[in-house]
């Protein structure tokens, strides 16, 4: 069984769409990420959300939102896709100081 | 203010030597040290973490770390190279509510 899974792998879409990426855990961590690779590989936090609180990247722009229907599940929505967001995107989660468990990643590109 | 620096960008080394990846750090308190592995078109893999105890951590695929509090650093390291090490290596440090400062990557190579 896959630890952290998201999907979908590779998702090429137009500027201006809205999509979605989903991202699921079943390790019973309580906290899950949303990081963004970008075309030199540096790694960006968008976001990290628990059951209590939800920490947002400032830099992260408001087209980007998460979306958390329970404590094993959390999406990634964005609207108004721009050429500038095609990145790798990667979830994780994790449990106290155990460290970060990934997902394998979906590779974006805006066309 | 909390960071991370891998000070090199690309590290070459020949099959057979020893590696090292440097990774230093700068925290308040003590420090949560991690390291990950990116094989390509993959997601990061965990390699080891220091906690406390030992300064030499032992890890995955031979790997291991040596924590120098002087030094402020934990750097990456391995007795003798594969071509299957051929990888990007991220040291990360714990800041806050156990979330991690990522330094910005190292590309290791390994030539045959």
């Known amino acids: 069984d896959t630890a952290v899974s998201q999907t979908p792998k590779y998702l090429v879409t137009q500027m201006g769409n809205d999509k979605s990426i989903k991202c699921e855990q079943n390790?019973?961590?309580?906290?899950m990420y949303w990081y963004k690779q970008d075309s030199k590989k540096f790694l960006k936090i968008m976001f990290s959300?628990?059951?209590?609180?939800?920490?947002i990247n400032e830099t992260v722009p408001n087209r980007f939102s998460p979306k958390s229907p329970d404590k094993a599940h959390l999406n990634l929505h964005i609207n108004s896709l721009e050429l500038g967001d095609s990145a790798v995107y990667f979830c994780?989660?994790?449990?106290?100081?155990?460290?970060?468990?990934f997902g394998s990643g979906t590779r974006l590109t805006v066309v | 203010a909390q960071s991370v620096a891998q000070p090199e960008d690309q590290v070459n080394v020949a099959e057979g030597n020893p590696l090292t990846v440097k990774c230093t750090y700068s925290?308040?308190?003590?420090?949560?040290l991690f390291w990950y592995v990116q094989y390509p078109n993959r997601g990061l893999q965990f390699l080891l973490k220091?906690?406390?105890?030992d300064n030499l951590v032992k890890g995955s695929y031979g790997f291991e770390a040596e924590f120098n509090k002087s030094q402020t650093s934990f750097h990456l390291k391995k007795p003798s190279a594969l071509v299957s090490d051929s990888a990007l290596y991220f040291c990360?440090?714990?800041?806050?509510?156990?979330?991690?400062?990522w330094g910005a990557g190292t590309k290791l190579i390994i030539k045959p």
């Open positions: 959300y628990n059951n209590k609180e939800l920490i």
């Open positions: 990360a440090v714990v800041y806050s509510n156990y979330q991690l400062i």
């Open positions: 220091y906690i406390t105890g």
């Open positions: 925290v308040s308190g003590n420090p949560y």
């Open positions: 390790l019973g961590h309580d906290t």
């Open positions: 994780a989660s994790s449990q106290g100081e155990s460290g970060y468990t």
